[in-house]
């Protein structure tokens, strides 16, 4: 599957945006997808994730209660609706798709086979 990550974009603090991982080939709906982000001189850290039928995700303890992950498998299309942006979610946003995932490895990123290009979210203060 190839994803292409998109909806970044420069907003003030308080602000929302609402990213786009759209998905070729048929068998999207079989792939657990996360959303991962890297901010300059950073790590790669892992946001959320969504299991293949959307009825289970996972967030990051820094942004649950702020961002909701979804997903649409008829479109081949998941999201990531980010609310009450704040400065420090400043970075590039991947997505990222994988088959196979177990709970345990689902935040990590060396779990994924599958990634997009990345779409860069600036949060002005």
């Known amino acids: 599957v190839q994803l292409q990550a998109c909806g970044g974009g420069l907003v003030q603090a308080g602000g929302s945006l609402k990213l786009s991982c759209a998905a070729s080939g048929r068998t999207f709906r079989s792939y657990t997808v996360g959303w991962f982000r890297q901010a300059p001189g950073k790590e790669r850290e892992f946001v959320a994730a969504?299991?293949?039928?959307?009825?289970?995700?996972y967030y990051a303890d820094s942004v649950k209660g702020r961002f909701t992950i979804s997903r649409d498998n008829a479109k081949s299309t998941a999201y990531l609706q980010m609310n009450n942006l704040r400065p420090e979610d400043t970075a590039v946003y991947y997505c990222?798709?994988?088959?196979?995932?177990?709970?345990?490895?689902?935040?990590?990123?060396?779990?994924?086979?599958?990634w997009g290009q990345g779409t860069l979210v600036t949060v002005s203060s």
């Open positions: 990222a798709a994988d088959s196979g995932i177990i709970l345990s490895s689902i935040r990590m990123g060396d779990s994924y086979d599958h």
């Open positions: 969504i299991r293949s039928s959307g009825g289970v995700s």
